[in-house]
Nanobody
């Protein structure tokens, strides 16, 4: 019931940075958990980073800890993913998602009911 609009993907060399944005259209994130997932060709969609909107608590996959930072802008109804020290293994389509049906934060994509269109991130070596 919330439309999510993503932007910020692109092509970068290893070691570079990107910042992804996900803006909610017409509604706030006050009752949602928000998360970023990614999917590489031939692989399952995997959890990357997430945030509980009301508390601000964040969650990171081990593969991106220390390199990615998720954040939110309440006034803009936007969640960001700052990606630093990018590696070729980070290449994937990145999706923003929202969950408003579960009390506890989930890293499973099946628990999210609103999705952005995805944005391609390609990291060259």
């Amino acid at each position: 019931q919330v439309q999510l609009v993503e932007s910020g993907g692109g092509l970068v060399q290893a070691g570079g940075s990107l910042r992804l944005s996900c803006a909610a259209s017409g509604r706030t994130f006050s009752s949602y958990h928000m998360a970023w997932f990614r999917q590489a060709p031939g692989k399952e969609r995997e959890f990357v980073s997430g945030i509980s909107w009301r508390s601000g608590r964040t969650y990171d996959a081990d593969s991106v800890k220390g390199r990615y930072t998720i954040s939110r802008d309440n006034a803009k109804n936007t969640v960001y993913l700052q990606m630093n020290s990018l590696e070729p293994e980070d290449t994937a389509v990145y999706y923003c998602a929202a969950d408003r049906t579960h009390i506890s934060f989930s890293t499973s994509y099946r628990d999210y009911d609103s999705w952005g269109q995805g944005t391609q991130v390609t990291v060259s070596s």
